[in-house]
């Protein structure tokens, strides 16, 4: 099954891939690895999920954040590879950033949101190292941020 109908049979509907909101660029290739900037957790209104685990976002929440990060990542990728996901040999690696309080200790409970999509739509492809950290804020209020390294094949 191709990484398209994947997606498809998902229910998964990519969006148009985030405009950065600072000084830098969505995608960057460097020797068959492509890096996708941090992507928020946008709602299908546009809207981001907002707020901090452990005070007014619960862990199924935050687990959802970071699937909506996941997506936005997905959607980024497609359109650094000019829609051929086909070119996709691995997911290498996801960092999580979860706005959590002090107390909080689920960070890579929150993050299975992502990494379990990624399985999901890549297969044994998918499966890759990860980071899941706690910080204090994130851009925009977001309660997670996820960026990732992946290995793509050459054109």
Partial sequence: M???ARIADLGITLPA????VAAYVPAVEVNGLLHISGQLPF??????VTGRLGQDVDLA???EAARRCGIMLIAQIRAA??????RV?????????????DDFTDQPKVANGASELMQ??????????RSAVGVPVLPLGAAVE????????PL
Avoid: W
Wanted: aromatic fraction near 4%; hydrophobic fraction near 45%; charge should be negative.
């Fill in 2 to 4: 191709s990484i398209e």
């Fill in 120 to 129: 999901a739509v890549f297969g044994e492809a998918g499966r890759h190292a």
């Fill in 81 to 86: 590879l000019g829609g051929d996901l086909s």
């Fill in 17 to 20: 891939p985030a405009a950065p």
């Fill in 61 to 63: 929440q935050g687990a």
């Fill in 146 to 153: 996820i960026d990732a390294i992946v290995a793509i094949r």
């Fill in 89 to 101: 040999e691995r997911i290498v690696k996801l960092g999580a950033f979860i706005a959590s309080t």
């Fill in 43 to 48: 709602r299908e209104d546009g809207t981001i």
